[in-house]
């Protein structure tokens, strides 16, 4: 796995440590992780912090997003794809798309590359998930 | 003013008043608020904390959507949007989108109602701060 993808993977298996939903997110600027996080639905109670919005959280007021690359275990949905297209966020890397489609063509239609590396350990991971966890799942993605 | 958006221009006052960027937003649900926040960018060095952002975790996991209103004093942009689309809230009410044209055309894309009050209150809140702070408001937008 890519390193940056793995850091991300990392950052969804410490969710699943925590009871949580097992999506990890990395912010990466000039080839440095600037930002990383995963899901917290059920840690803090909170319907926003998916993971992306939860790795942009903690990057922190990092002035431009210019030659960020957004990485995420899972396509993201609206709510993340939709910070990604309002901050400029240019790039974006997932590591699977087949548990979760998401917002991929609303991000490239506003000039986002969306690369899917299509991995099977990102996508065990959510199918296993979302086979134990029905309920939690649809609550994230809004269903 | 209708009663739920004076509660988000309350919201967006006491923003001002922190030293924070003025935008304010409800989440109605039967009638009754069940979340109300303001953009806190400034006082919690937080790039995701928009209005409905901070409005939307403050309600909680409220489980559906379903039959929920978000009020906010101004257009909601594409991180704010997507959350509304994803989430499923299908009536958007907002005091004003002269000073921001948001992601109107996005959310009726995706079925949402978008009712524009086009308050002066509201407007001029806006422009006043946007002349005073155009660099925060910038960063806020992503420009």
Redo the contacts between chains.
């Keep these: 796995m890519d390193g940056f993808m793995q850091v991300a993977f990392d950052e969804a298996m410490q969710g699943l440590k925590e009871g949580g939903i097992p999506i990890g997110s990395v912010l990466v600027k000039a080839g440095e992780v600037i930002g990383r996080g995963h899901n917290r639905?059920v840690q803090q109670?909170?319907?926003?912090?998916h993971a992306e919005?939860d790795c942009?959280?903690r990057?922190?007021?990092?002035?431009s997003?210019e030659g960020t690359v957004l990485y995420s275990t899972l396509m993201p949905?609206?709510?993340?794809?939709?910070?990604v297209?309002?901050?400029?966020i240019k790039k974006v890397v997932v590591g699977e798309s087949r548990t979760f489609a998401g917002?991929r063509d609303?991000m490239q239609k506003?000039g986002v590359s969306v690369t899917d590396l299509d991995l099977k350990e990102c996508r065990e991971l959510m199918e296993d998930f979302i086979r134990k966890h029905p309920d939690l799942w649809n609550?994230d993605?809004?269903k």
Tied chains: 1, 2.
Excluded: K, M, T
Excluded at 59 to 63: E, H, L, Q, T, Y
Excluded at 77 to 83: F, K, S, W
């Design positions: 639905r109670g909170s319907p926003i912090f919005i942009l959280q990057a922190g007021r990092v002035g997003y949905c609206y709510l993340c794809a939709g910070a297209v309002q901050f400029g917002a609303f506003h609550e993605i809004g």
